[in-house]
């Protein structure tokens, strides 16, 4: 296997572990991240003086130089397929996307192929330099199979590392738009009573609760006050549909991103999202409140109304300010048209 070497000259005062100190000193050009330095490490690729440093906690001075021994990126064990995509934004370094409901963002048992990255495996070709020694996409978010809407994928290590670190801060702006059941009522005495549920300014509602595995369905997601990742949603509503009203288009926006986040909060709430198998319970608004092609519609939509409609970062690269925005889909702008219509 060919591969190349990468020196590094340690600096002063250096972290007190090997791991840290090449993460803080090696050239920025050589595109390595501290995980992809950490795997280097274990593999035995890292060297001093001829001896092979395997212990990510080795200490290091002042002035030594560590050579590192990098192999080029491997093909990818995923096949390319060349599947249509909706770009953005694409460059060197990432490439944004507006992903269509039904699509799987990375293969899994269940979806081997015909995913978001079989696609851009096939789109991308050779200009995946590679990403933790493998060409491949770097996927740093995803978002459900049957939500539609943007994501940003990096093409190589540098812009991975950059990314995934923005998205550990919650510094990348992520805002949805959702279709629920009912209306997010600030004067709601109901709404207030909810656990976790509080209210800013400009009519937004706060959502922050603990997430987890629910206990029995493990392919769900269960509010929990005690262990679980601490999660945040705020909600505005855009919209109102039905007298009185039945349904709600909202923007919503995350602080934190964990699986399934804004059905789950939105559904604790007591306002499912339209369609959500899942989450979304059995409400139904009668054809009263909407009319009754309104109401067909309504109960015909078949997956959750929510779409990632605006992605806002700082390029992990040339540090340049990016926002992206992406209208709504066919099916949720057709559902939202036949709300609106005036019944006859």
Not at 220 to 246: C, D, L, M, N, Y
Request: a neutral charge; charged letters at 25%.
């Amino acid at each position: 296997m060919s591969s190349t070497s990468v020196l590094v000259e340690i600096g002063a005062n250096p972290p007190n572990r090997l791991d840290k100190a090449l993460a803080r000193d090696v050239p920025e050009a050589a595109n390595l991240s501290r995980s992809r330095l950490a795997k280097l490490i274990a593999e035995g690729a890292v060297m001093r003086a001829g001896e092979v440093l395997t212990d990510a906690k080795a200490k290091v001075t002042e002035g030594e130089v560590i050579e590192i021994t990098v192999p080029v990126a491997e093909e990818s064990h995923m096949r390319p397929e060349a599947i249509a995509l909706d770009v953005v934004w694409e460059d060197h370094d990432l490439i944004v996307v507006n992903k269509p409901a039904g699509m799987v963002v990375h293969p899994a048992p269940g979806t081997p192929s015909g995913t978001l990255v079989n696609a851009l495996l096939h789109h991308c070709g050779d200009d995946l330099s590679g990403v933790g020694g493998e060409k491949r996409p770097g996927i740093v978010h995803r978002i459900d199979k049957d939500t539609s809407g943007l994501l940003v994928v990096a093409k190589t290590d540098a812009a991975h590392h950059g990314l995934a670190a923005q998205f550990e801060k919650h510094t990348v702006e992520r805002h949805y738009r959702a279709l629920v059941y009912g209306m997010p009522d600030l004067a709601d005495p109901r709404l207030k009573g909810v656990r976790g549920v509080s209210f800013e300014q400009g009519g937004i509602v706060k959502i922050t609760t603990q997430l987890a595995r629910h206990k029995t369905d493990r392919q769900k997601q269960a509010v929990t006050w005690s262990g679980g990742r601490h999660a945040i949603t705020r909600a505005r509503v855009v919209e109102t549909f039905g007298r009185p009203p039945s349904v709600s288009l909202l923007d919503c926006w995350l602080e934190t991103g964990r699986t399934h986040q804004i059905r789950v909060h939105m559904a604790h709430a007591g306002h499912g999202l339209v369609g959500d198998p899942v989450y979304g319970g059995r409400r139904k608004p009668s054809e009263s409140a909407l009319g009754a092609e309104a109401a067909k519609a309504l109960w015909g939509f078949e997956r959750q109304a929510l779409h990632a409609a605006t992605l806002g970062f700082e390029h992990p690269v040339t540090k340049e300010q990016l926002r992206f925005e992406a209208r709504l889909p066919d099916d949720m702008a057709g559902l939202i048209e036949v709300l609106g219509a005036k019944p006859d």
